[in-house]
């Protein structure tokens, strides 16, 4: 056994990993990248399907964005966004206003998604309180949906399984409205008819509009699968949040830069925020940055009010290596068409995905856009039969299903929040060449699971 792995158990404490997992004796020490593709200290390829975690947007082995984090270090290893600025965090925030959608040009940067969303807070109790309404400290947000890890941002979040064991903390504050799962408009149907948009506005009004800060949402949930919205959807959460005067943030630490084919997910589904949250793809994970972006005119109403600052802030905010990566990662994004290139292939994934369902009975539904999917899966859509409660914990929680997607070596996402699903989110970069590729190594993935299931009847 390689001694790295006896290392990792001694003194690595691991992320959302259950004990006999990190104890087992398989457990995977990636070495290398490059590309769409790792490399395990045993020497096995691996196809990565889920960029890391939703992040690797550039893929591996990006030596243009490794010079740049090397450049700044030498010139810069650190300096403060309190009272300063430097040349990178500049640039960075610069950029991201120039292609953030509508009027959002403030850029605030943090470390990751979940610090993101806590400014995100921050932000709307401050801004409500320069403007007189101190009452305002409700928070609407959505049934599964994950808004990061830290107890304000957990609050947010709608998992149960992953908030519960932590109350009380802040969710008397925070109201849970149904999501958009299973949604479509039907001929002649207005969006504000649908179930979630009503929720919301119904929510607002049930709490008292005046203490209600902010409604936040994914365009495109992660939580429950990839949740699409329907059409006009987010023009309605813009109107009833006009009405009541709230705040709309879109959380995008997942669908920016990329993600869903264009720079932030709002310009896809039509959403006009006036925040948002990002991370991950911001640096293509090559470097720990995240950030708010907020409209110019709701900053300036923070500044010109009696608490006259945005009462928030990190050592590492801004960090000037991060931002740097930021900057490089941005420019590759751009010079080299990259969201051209989802746009383009998103089809050859969605028919394949489509393909993959017409010949294993055992997926129920396939959802997303760009490249973000979701494969829900049951026992048999034939007969219309869902996995049973004891089929679901062994699949999901014993590891079988994880086992499945190591032995075709593809690193794909088992899935086990509201259903039991694969998550797909590969590189931006990867081709139809590797799509293709993706799709074969998922298919033995789903053959394995059907035999599984065979086996269990």
């Keep these: 056994m390689p001694d790295d792995r006896l290392q990792a158990r001694r003194h690595l404490v691991p992320h959302f990993t259950r004990g006999e997992a990190w104890k087992a004796d398989d457990l995977v020490v990636i070495d290398r990248g490059e590309g769409c593709y790792v490399w395990d200290t045993d020497g096995n390829e691996y196809l990565d399907a889920l960029a890391g975690l939703i992040c690797i947007n550039l893929g591996y082995g990006r030596s243009d964005l490794t010079a740049a984090a090397a450049k700044q270090m030498d010139k810069l290893a650190f300096y403060s966004n309190w009272g300063f600025a430097h040349p990178s965090s500049v640039e960075a925030a610069s950029m991201i206003a120039a292609i953030a959608p509508g009027d959002l040009d403030r850029v605030f940067f943090v470390n990751s998604g979940s610090e993101a969303v806590e400014s995100a807070l921050k932000f ?118 006009d009405a009541y005067g709230v705040l709309l943030c879109a959380d995008e630490v997942i669908n920016s830069f990329g993600r869903v084919g264009h720079w932030f997910g709002s310009e896809r589904v039509g959403a006009d925020p006036d925040l948002i949250t990002f991370a991950k793809g911001v640096t293509s994970g090559y470097a720990p940055l995240g950030g708010l972006i907020a409209r110019d005119s709701h900053v300036e109403r923070i500044w010109d009010s009696p608490m006259s600052l945005f009462l928030h802030g990190s050592t590492f905010g801004g960090h000037p290596l991060s931002t740097a990566v930021a900057v490089a990662n941005i420019t590759a994004l751009r010079d080299e068409n990259v969201l051209a290139g989802v746009l383009r292939n998103e089809s050859v994934l969605d028919k394949g995905l489509g393909d993959l369902m017409a ?99």
């Excluded at 101190?134 to 049934?143: E, P, S």
């Excluded at 039969?385 to 929680?397: H, I, K």
């Excluded at 590891?399 to 996402?413: G, I, N």
């Design 124 to 241: 709307a109790r401050c801004y409500h309180l320069a403007n007189g309404d101190g009452q305002r400290h409700k928070v609407i947000a959505r049934d599964l949906a994950y808004h990061g890890t830290t107890l304000g941002a957990l609050a947010l979040t709608g998992l149960p399984n992953l908030r519960d064991p932590f109350r009380p903390m802040l969710t008397d504050c925070v109201r849970h409205v149904p999501n958009t799962f299973g949604e479509h408009l039907e001929p002649g149907q207005a969006a504000r008819d649908l179930p979630s948009v009503k929720a919301v506005e119904e929510a607002i009004v049930a709490e008292g509009p005046e203490t209600v800060a902010m409604v936040i949402a994914e365009p495109v949930q992660n939580g429950r699968g990839a949740l699409v919205p329907p059409e006009g959807y987010w023009r309605e959460l813009r109107r009833i949040c």
């Design 359 to 457: 010949v294993h009975q055992c997926i129920k539904d396939v959802r997303g856009i760009g490249y973000f999917y979701a494969i829900e899966l049951m026992r048999d859509r034939n007969s219309g039969t869902d996995l049973t409660e004891a089929e679901f914990a062994s699949l999901m929680y014993d590891e079988v299903l994880d086992q499945f997607v190591r032995e075709a070596r593809v690193l794909v996402r088992p899935d086990a929040r509201g259903a039991a699903m694969l998550m797909i989110s590969p590189p931006l970069v990867a081709d139809a060449e590797v799509i293709d590729e993706i799709l074969s190594r998922v298919s033995q993935v789903l053959d394995r699971f059907g035999g599984w299931l065979e086996a269990a009847k």
